[in-house]
């Protein structure tokens, strides 16, 4: 008698074009609203870059107090990722994803309300609490879908995000800011939190209707792809087990040196995406933008060229099995953009080309260094792990605000605070050469 697939761990024999087509089905399922999350994720995290020209104007929050705001919002980031992410393997990451995102948007919508330096920094924090987990456990949630070798892609995909948050971001906060300023007695950053705080609360409604946690839910799926996934994944879990090495929950993923190495390089990665996410409208604006539906439209220019390049990046790594030269070489690229940024004279098209360079680059090092946790660690560690990845970058994120607004507060300018941002980076692109080996990421073609 035949053994079946699900015992024998094989993957079942079907062709390429099916196994294609059953992965192709599940990201056309899973994908698209998991994406959408993570543009409204982003966006309300780092729609205070544009927020911050009226919270100036009305509040008089000079660069340190807008700093030290993002640098509050990693606090209480960093606080909950790690406990929201035990709760997920535990709950799931449909309702883990449900809670966060009502809770985020419940917040921004609250942001209104703030009058002063206080109540700012007691609304960013509360922000990067209720957002705490969102990121590792949606990485989480694509490890029960896609094997290692089709999970990049997959990652890259949903990375799309970022920019797109860039782009729409830029352009609709933009817009609200010029158009809704005095409406209903309300100043224009009030209407932005008002209106990008619903939708968040919206998702919450469809992801608790159409997300499930894993394909054996599926009812969309046939009982053959079932099988044929779950063997996938499968035939990755035991291609990643050692004799005398074992993974198991939070304390192997804290126990294991690599989860270590992998949250220092995260420091670079995070202390670069705050340079392209937070401070992009600062730099624009200081090349001579005044207008804020100016600054909308330039800031949203370099995310653009971030989604090309960040899809043939992340394709070509899957397709030759190989990441950490692809994350090292996008964060080198990324660094020299920085330092040419901080001796660029101020012009406008130069200032913006180099933007377009060092987000195109960031994001491809992202979308690949953060396929690498979940390639090494075993199904039980992953989501621990990828969090306390992020927890430790989140580090250097809630650091490198502060820093660079006070460094501009003292200097007039941000070139020491960027020169200093792409030595960070640098010194990851060294931790991973170094302390990742290609002998460590085992992967197969499936």
């Not at 994720?41 to 870059?49: K, L, P, Q, V």
């Not at 990375?159 to 797109?164: S, T």
């Not at 090309?308 to 790594?317: A, D, E, I, N, P």
Request: a positive charge; proline letters at 4%; glycine letters at 10%.
């Amino acid at each position: 008698m035949a053994e079946h697939p699900a015992v024998t761990g094989r993957p079942p024999a079907v062709g390429d074009a099916g196994r294609a087509s059953t992965y192709r089905t599940i990201a056309l399922r899973v994908m698209p609203l998991l994406v959408v999350c993570y543009v409204v994720s982003f966006i309300d995290r780092t729609n205070i870059g544009i927020a911050q020209q009226g919270l100036k104007r009305d509040l008089g929050f000079g660069s340190a107090v807008y700093g030290l705001g993002v640098t509050l919002f990693f606090v209480g980031f960093i606080l909950f990722e790690v406990p929201s992410n035990a709760l997920l393997a535990k709950i799931g990451a449909r309702k883990t994803l449900v809670r966060i995102m009502a809770t985020w948007g419940v917040v921004t919508i609250v942001t209104l309300f703030v009058r002063d330096e206080t109540t700012f920094y007691i609304a960013r924090f509360l922000l990067g609490v209720a957002e705490a987990g969102f990121f590792p456990g949606a990485l989480y949630l694509l490890s029960r879908w896609f094997p290692s070798a089709r999970r990049t892609r997959m990652t890259a995909v949903f990375f799309i995000g970022v920019p797109v948050s860039g782009v729409l971001g830029s352009l609709v906060s933009g817009w609200i800011m010029h158009a809704l300023g005095g409406v209903a007695g309300l100043a224009d950053w009030q209407w932005l939190f008002l209106i990008e705080g619903v939708p968040p609360i919206l998702l919450a409604v469809l992801v608790a209707f159409f997300l499930v946690d894993e394909p054996e839910q599926a009812k969309w799926l046939t009982p053959a792809q079932k099988a044929l996934v779950r063997a996938d994944l499968e035939a990755e879990r035991s291609s990643k087990e050692e004799p005398g090495k074992r993974h198991g929950g939070m304390l192997s993923a804290l126990r294991d040196p690599k989860v270590w190495i992998l949250g220092l390089c995260a420091c670079g990665a995070y202390t670069l995406a705050n340079a392209v996410s937070y401070w992009t409208p600062r730099i624009i604006a200081e090349a001579g933008v005044g207008d804020v539906l100016n600054l909308g439209f330039f800031s949203a220019i370099p995310p653009l060229l971030g989604i090309v390049v960040m899809l043939v990046v992340g394709r070509h790594s899957d397709r030759t099995l190989e990441r950490r030269r692809h994350a090292a070489v996008s964060w080198l690229v990324a660094a020299a953009a920085m330092l040419a940024l901080a001796f660029s004279g101020g012009s406008v098209l130069v200032v913006v080309v180099l933007l377009a360079v060092m987000a195109a680059a960031h994001y491809s090092g992202l979308t690949v260094f953060y396929s690498i946790p979940s390639i090494y660690l075993s199904e039980s560690a992953a989501a621990t792990g990828i969090a306390v990845v992020t927890s430790m970058g989140s580090f250097a994120a809630a650091a490198s605000p502060s820093l660079l607004g006070f460094i501009q507060e003292a200097t007039g300018s941000l070139s020491l605070g960027l020169v200093i941002s792409s030595g960070i980076v640098l010194l990851a692109v060294v931790v991973l050469l170094v302390g990742v080996k290609a002998k460590d990421l085992k992967e197969k073609h499936g």
